[in-house]
């Protein structure tokens, strides 16, 4: 009997977690066409679906052409995630100039992600410019992100 409920168990499992990536697949697939139709917002969510392996596998390469797709367009998380990417070099060479344009533009717009970021890559060049990277800090922390505050710490620190 034990045996039989175990079994049972795992059967339900087995179903739901097929019924849950079935779900996922067909949210992809949603989501791609209002992509390819021109939607900023799923072009982006596309990008973070290929980033993550969400409905679909994970293809560093598809995420970062449908974050650039968003990006070029002005759309500030997806140039964040583009200057990201050029950062780490995922889906796309590393090119910190190519990530320190895109992170700027992010920033410019506001996005306290890219902001951060962009203060920290400001500080860790070979050539640190410590008062952008301050700057850029503190604009992060002022919009609520809060690594920004042991970031600053850090560059002051760095910069005595």
């Not at 791609?32 to 980033?51: I, K, N, W």
């Not at 993550?52 to 449908?66: C, Y």
């Not at 050539?127 to 600053?152: F, H, S, V």
Request: aromatic share 12%; proline share 4%.
């Amino acid at each position: 009997m034990k045996i039989l409920f175990k079994a049972l168990i795992a059967i339900a499992i087995a179903l739901l977690t097929a019924t849950a990536f079935a779900d996922r697949e067909a949210v992809f697939e949603r989501k791609l066409a209002q992509a390819e139709a021109g939607s900023l917002e799923a072009q982006y969510d596309v990008g973070y679906r290929y980033e993550k392996g969400r409905g679909v596998d994970e293809d560093p390469e598809q995420a970062f052409k449908w974050y650039l797709k968003a990006a070029d367009q002005g759309l500030d998380t997806a140039q964040y995630k583009v200057g990201i990417c050029y950062l780490e070099g995922s889906g796309v060479d590393p090119n910190p100039e190519q990530a320190k344009t895109w992170l700027q533009k992010a920033a410019d717009q506001g996005y306290p992600p890219a902001q951060y970021h962009l203060g920290k890559l400001y500080a860790n060049t070979r050539t640190p410019n410590y008062d952008q990277a301050l700057a850029w800090l503190e604009k992060a922390k002022q919009n609520g992100y809060e690594p920004a505050t042991r970031e600053i710490i850090r560059v002051k620190r760095q910069a005595d």
